[in-house]
């Protein structure tokens, strides 16, 4: 089955800076890519997704590149904020029906001090 | 904005009991999944299914059981609660691509 892995596990950053999460992917059937936010204690939150016809998507200050062809997508976060501390997941899914589920990567823990 | 609750919030439960969560959503989704996450694993899929009366194994769904009787409940049973099984679960529910996520359920099994 599909196998998602993200990169770093964790990292530490000054507020203000910009920081790169790496995610890679092993089944080309996967189609969708949606990346998710949780911060501590609480619910996954959706923040960006991508789909596979597409190279680049952007929402305010996350931006998403997505390489079909080597399989790996990164998020990019500009001016990080204390607020952007939470924990990053990738996933990956196909196209619908009954096989539509996610798989998930394990996360990247963001810590950004002020 | 999607409305995905969990029930209870947290349970402690004593090994080879049964234990059952609880999730109802109000979206109208065909969906619905189990979730369990482990620190270092991320989350992983144990159930999920597309329509009532229906569920589907997820990637681990060895010791459980769900169940899909509305479209808004979907429940896991652990018939035989473990040690291993102590976890936070997160129900989530979707309509297509974006999955909407309840607030979890902190699993203790001593």
């Known amino acids: 089955g599909e196998q998602v892995e993200q990169l770093p596990s964790s990292l530490i950053v000054q507020e203000g800076a910009s920081v790169l999460i790496n995610c890679s992917y092993t089944?080309?059937?996967?189609?969708?890519f949606p990346w998710y936010k949780q911060e501590p204690g609480k619910r996954l939150q959706f923040i960006i997704d991508?789909?596979?016809?597409?190279e680049r998507k952007q929402n305010q200050r996350l931006t998403l590149l997505f390489d079909k062809k080597t399989k790996h997508l990164s998020l990019h976060i500009t001016a990080t904020q204390p607020g952007d501390s939470a924990i990053y997941f990738c996933s990956a899914r196909p196209v619908g029906g009954s096989n539509a589920k996610l798989t998930f990567g394990k996360g990247t823990k963001l810590s950004v001090k002020s | 904005e999607a409305a995905v609750t969990q029930s209870p919030r947290s349970k402690v439960a004593v090994t080879g009991g049964k234990v059952t969560l609880s999730c109802h959503q109000t979206n109208n989704h065909d969906y619905m999944y189990w979730y369990r996450q482990d620190t270092g694993h991320g989350l992983r899929l144990i159930h999920y299914?597309?329509?009532?009366?229906?569920?589907e194994k997820g990637d681990i769904p060895d010791g459980y059981k769900a169940s899909r009787p509305s479209q808004e409940n979907f429940s896991l049973i652990l018939e035989l609660a473990s040690l291993s099984q102590t976890a936070v679960y997160f129900c989530a529910s979707s309509a297509g691509y974006e999955q909407y996520f309840g607030p979890g359920t902190r699993l203790t099994v001593l």
């Open positions: 089944d080309s059937a996967s189609v969708y």
């Open positions: 991508i789909r596979s016809n597409m």
């Open positions: 299914s597309y329509v009532a009366d229906s569920t």
